[in-house]
Structures are given as structure tokens and as C-alpha cells.
């Protein structure tokens, strides 16, 4: 049954992740991976809001495992993180390269800290 | 999703509509994959989260060789990106977990533990990338045999005679 729900929640969080990437991407006349950015920051306090919340017994283990799991771990990417870093350092822009890791860094653990403290509210 | 405006395909595309479903089935498959290692690695709540770091550093080392097959090394495909990089890989590894893994480590006591995850995650997933890259780059034959240019003595007697021409003279061609 978790399988199920894993599966079906890692198609939506991808499909998802395809979406938002190219909704953000077209708006964005730069190399500047922003729409990975988004997602990832986003999605980290998605995640961390309902990790806080079970933590907290607000949410069911197995919602955490396909909600949190399944959905937000195949919305985020880390796969696309690394290579924009790798075509970016490789298409002379380290200065970029740095800011996309630093910036997605601070910003992910910001909101995953609030989504944390957010989640242990409700 | 909009039809194109040409009035010649009616509703989304069915090109756009296969591009999703292979992104939905890779992304499945991904996450399954992802939640596999995850159960069959025992990580304690303070200590290295090696199974998200597996995941991160080899779904980066995929991707690597898939994007650089496809732009660089296969003839044009339509839906092996969007199932295998888009899908796969994306559903594969997460950015949200490392994130919450490390705040949590970080609120826990255990800063250095996140510290070290999160640099060797960002630096060896780049590395992964790099060396996936390469991978996909290496020469489709195997490497030239440097024995080829300088006949071995031992050998030179069984070598086998060249091919007589193919067009004898006199021959029609």
C-alpha cells in the first residue's frame, strides 16, 4: 500500500517539479538556474513543515513516507543541482556556479528550519 | 496545458502529453528506487545520513552520463530525457531531505555531522557529475591496441595474409 502511494506521489512530485521548472525557467532570461532554486527551496519547507508536524504527532508516519518521501523527494532534485553546478563552472561562470550553491544552501536551510518550526505549531 | 495556436492539433499535443507520462513513470520508479536504499540503509537520527548521500551522489554521477549521451552521443531521441533525467534522476534524489536531515542534525546537537554532510554532498554530487560527464564522453571502441603499430616477432609468422583485391583485373566492376 506504501508502494502504491510512493509511486503515485513520486510521479505527481516530478510532473510537478517539470511544471514549476518551466513555469519559473520562461519568466527568467538568465543561465541562472532559478527554477531549480525555487523548487528546492520550496520544497524544503514543504518538507520540513511536515517532518515538524509528525515530529510533533500532527501527521501519520506513512503520510510523512508519501507526502514527504514520495512527493516532496521527487519534487526537489539534487541530480539537476549538481549538474547546472558542473555546466556552469565548465562554461566559465564559477562566480554563478557559487552563488547557485551558497544561495540554494542557506536559503534550503532557512526554510527547512522554518518549515520545522511551522510543522511543531500546528 | 494550451493547444498550440495553429488550430491543427486540437487539446495538448500528443507529444506533450507522452513527454509527461515518461516524466510521471521515471519519477515513480525514481522514488521507488530512492525509498529502497533508504530502507535497506540504517541511518540514526544524529548520525551521517548515508542513504540520502548514496542517493544524491549516485542519481548525480546518472545524470551526468544520461544528458551528455543524449545531447552529445545518441542520435536525437524524444522521451529518454524527460523518463531517465527529468523523471529518473529527479525523483531519485532530493535536495529537501538533505535539507531537513541537516537542520535537524543542526537543532539536534550534532552541527559538525551536518556540516560534513552538506559540504561533501554539494562538492562530491559536482564531482559525480563531472565524472559522469567523462564517462559518457569516453570513446565508444575500445582503445586503440598499441600492440598494432609495432609487430610483435613472436606472432608476425600467424599473422594472417592480407585480403587479396577485391576487383581483379579484368574483372567487370
Redesign the interface.
Known amino acids: 500500500m506504501t508502494v502504491v502511494g510512493l509511486a503515485v506521489a513520486g510521479s505527481l512530485g516530478a510532473v510537478l517539479r517539470y511544471l514549476v521548472d518551466r513555469a519559473v525557467q520562461a519568466r527568467a532570461r538568465s543561465e541562472f538556474p532559478y527554477g531549480t532554486l525555487v523548487i528546492n527551496v520550496t520544497g524544503s519547507l514543504i518538507l520540513g513543515f511536515l517532518t515538524g508536524a509528525a515530529l510533533h504527532h500532527h501527521l501519520a508516519a506513512d503520510w510523512l513516507t508519501v507526502l514527504g518521501t514520495g512527493m516532496i523527494g521527487a519534487y526537489t532534485t539534487f541530480s539537476t543541482f549538481s549538474f547546472d553546478n558542473f555546466r556552469l563552472l565548465t562554461g566559465d561562470a564559477a562566480g554563478t556556479a557559487l552563488t547557485n550553491m551558497v544561495l540554494s544552501v542557506v536559503a534550503g536551510l532557512a526554510a527547512a528550519a522554518a518549515g520545522l518550526a511551522l510543522g511543531g505549531l500546528v | 496545458m494550451t493547444a498550440p495556436a495553429d488550430g491543427a492539433t486540437p487539446g495538448p499535443s500528443s507529444d506533450a502529453i507522452l513527454r ?1 507520462v515518461a ?10 528506487a ?2 529502497a536504499v ?1 530502507r535497506a540503509i540504517v541511518v540514526t537520527a544524529t548520525g551521517f545520513p548515508w542513504a540520502t548521500f548514496t542517493v ?1 551522489i549516485a ?2 554521477l ?3 552520463v544520461i ?1 551528455t549521451l543524449v545531447t552529445e552521443r545518441w542520435p536525437p531521441t524524444r522521451y529518454v530525457r ?1 523518463f531517465a533525467a ?2 529518473f ?12 536531515e ?3 542534525r ?2 539536534h546537537g550534532a552541527a559538525g555531522v551536518a556540516g560534513l554532510y ?1 559540504v561533501a ?2 562538492v562530491l ?2 564531482g ?3 565524472a559522469g ?1 567523462r564517462l559518457a564522453r569516453l570513446p565508444r571502441q575500445r582503445p586503440p591496441d598499441r600492440s598494432v603499430g609495432i609487430p610483435d616477432p613472436d606472432t608476425l609468422g600467424t599473422l594472417d595474409r592480407p585480403e587479396p583485391p577485391r576487383d581483379l583485373p579484368g574483372e567487370p566492376a
Open positions: 509527461v516524466i510521471a513513470l521515471g519519477g515513480a520508479l525514481g522514488t521507488l530512492r525509498y533508504d544524491n542519481g548525480s546518472l545524470l551526468g544528458v524527460p527529468i523523471g534522476c529527479g525523483g531519485f534524489t532530493t535536495f529537501s531531505t538533505l535539507m531537513v541537516s537542520m535537524y543542526t537543532e552538506l554532498s554539494v554530487g559536482l559525480a557529475a563531472a560527464v
